[in-house]
T-cell receptor
């Protein structure tokens, strides 16, 4: 059974608007969450992380929100740019180095 | 070379072949990982090595055999694979024990088993 789920396989957003990518998890013991971005023919690259002691972490245009009670994680990209078009994976771990990944959401930013 | 490198980038093999995938990390990390990514599935963790010692083996069939001779190199030896083993195989490394434990991935090896 998947412990991390990304229910939207794809998302299209107009350039300049906000992109919101969602992720749900089932294991309440997860305490560290990450977002990765993947371009075709490349490995995933780390984007932003958040620990369970926080509910928000911001890095430039990227903000991750954590709602522990809902077991929900989201990544906001604002403003969205065409170069943000990629597959985004969320991942979670419960202290340790075993991460559980979602299936990914393919984001397309339309110029 | 920087980051995590993987060779070969593409591999086509028959079911009776023996081949090896190679991964090298240039980040000074102390943990390395093999993941399998199949279409429309999440990344599946296969093996974890901490300080060259295997600490996780997520029920991976014995036709996949990892080897970690040192903390910078990781191999995945392949033998008598099945067509369903065709996938993207990703290597990653991380620094375990620090506050931030993000994993850095290589570009992957696209494996096709005929």
């Amino acid at each position: 059974d998947q412990q991390v789920k990304q229910n939207s396989p794809s998302l299209s957003v107009q350039e300049g608007r906000i992109s919101i990518l969602n992720c749900d998890y089932t294991n309440s013991m997860f305490d560290y969450f990450l977002w990765y971005k993947k371009y075709p023919a490349e490995g995933p690259t780390f984007l932003i992380s958040i620990s369970s002691i926080k509910d928000k972490n911001e890095d430039g245009r990227f903000t991750v929100f954590l709602n522990k009670s809902a077991k929900h994680l989201s990544l906001h990209i604002v403003p969205s740019q065409p170069g943000d078009s990629a597959v985004y994976f969320c991942a979670a771990s419960n202290t340790g180095n075993q991460f559980y990944f979602g299936t990914g959401t393919s984001l397309t930013v339309i110029p | 070379e920087t980051g995590v490198t993987q060779t070969p980038r593409h591999l086509v093999m028959g079911m009776t072949n023996k081949k090896s995938l190679k991964c090298e990390q240039h980040l000074g990390h102390n943990a390395m990982y093999w993941y399998k990514q199949s279409a429309k599935k999440p990344l599946e963790l296969m093996f974890v090595y901490n300080f060259k010692e295997q600490t996780e083996n997520n029920s991976v069939p014995s036709r996949f055999s990892p080897e970690c001779p040192n903390s910078s190199h990781l191999f995945l030896h392949l033998h008598t694979l099945q067509p369903e083993d065709s996938a993207l195989y990703l290597c990653a490394s991380s620094q375990v024990g620090g506050f931030d434990n993000e994993q850095f991935f290589g570009p992957g090896t696209r494996l096709t088993v005929l």
